[in-house]
């Protein structure tokens, strides 16, 4: 199994709600990534787990939080996000210097 | 200066011909460099990695890398309408998780 998959493929959600997005990979690696992508921009870096701990946070609102729960499976969780928010929200893993592999994505929009 | 710059493009070529997409980075500590293909709407498709100075060949792909230069292109032959869609490079240190994105070149391979 060499895929990335993330759920939802898309999310509407108004200020006030909290929802999750979730990324599973069976491929074994042992880094996983969030990332944001705005249109015509290339992906934004939000979170990295190592090992199933966080490694890097890059400066994200507290109102992303990020959950491993295990070393195939990568949450986001949501809370009180803003219109800019919405994005797609990207899941990556990585093993080696072999790069990083992307699921689909999550499109977001915030009304 | 961008650590990673592309030229945004769009890059237009015949069906048919070589398309060349190139990439420079500021970071000398540089050591892997990546290059994803995106189409709209998409998530990133790693298609080659390159390590050394030199070239490597993957099929219709060739990615070549002067780190004297800090120069890092893929060549695309026999290009296909197919092959539309946004090129970006990113490079990361070995001792990092962190893939630094050039914008992207917009490829538009006319039939």
């Known amino acids: 199994d060499t895929e990335v998959t993330q759920t939802p493929k898309h999310l509407v959600m108004g200020m006030t709600n909290k929802k999750s997005l979730k990324c599973e990979q069976h491929m074994g690696h042992r880094a996983m990534y969030w990332y944001k992508q705005k249109a015509k921009k290339p992906p934004e870096l939000m979170f990295v787990?190592?090992?199933?701990?966080?490694?890097i946070n890059e400066s994200v609102p507290s109102r992303f939080s990020p959950e491993c729960p295990n070393s195939s499976l990568l949450n986001l969780h949501l809370h009180a996000l803003q219109p800019e928010d919405s994005a797609l929200y990207l899941c990556a893993s990585s093993q080696s210097e072999r790069g990083q592999f992307f699921g689909p994505g999550t499109r977001l929009t915030v009304l | 200066q961008k650590e990673v710059e592309q030229n945004s493009g769009p890059l237009s070529v015949p069906e048919g011909a070589i398309a060349s997409l190139n990439c420079t980075y500021s970071d000398r500590g540089s050591q892997s460099f990546f290059w994803y293909r995106q189409y709209s709407g998409k998530s990133p498709e790693l298609i080659m990695f390159?390590?050394?100075?030199g070239d490597k060949e993957d099929g219709r792909f060739t990615a070549q890398l002067n780190k004297a230069s800090q120069y890092v292109s893929l060549l695309i032959r026999d290009s296909q309408p197919s092959d539309s869609a946004t090129y970006l490079c990113?490079?990361?240190?070995?001792?990092?998780?962190?893939?630094?994105f050039g914008s992207g070149t917009r490829l538009l391979v006319r039939p």
């Open positions: 787990y190592s090992y199933e701990k966080l490694s």
């Open positions: 990113a490079v990361k240190r070995d001792s990092s998780y962190k893939l630094i």
């Open positions: 390159i390590y050394s100075n």
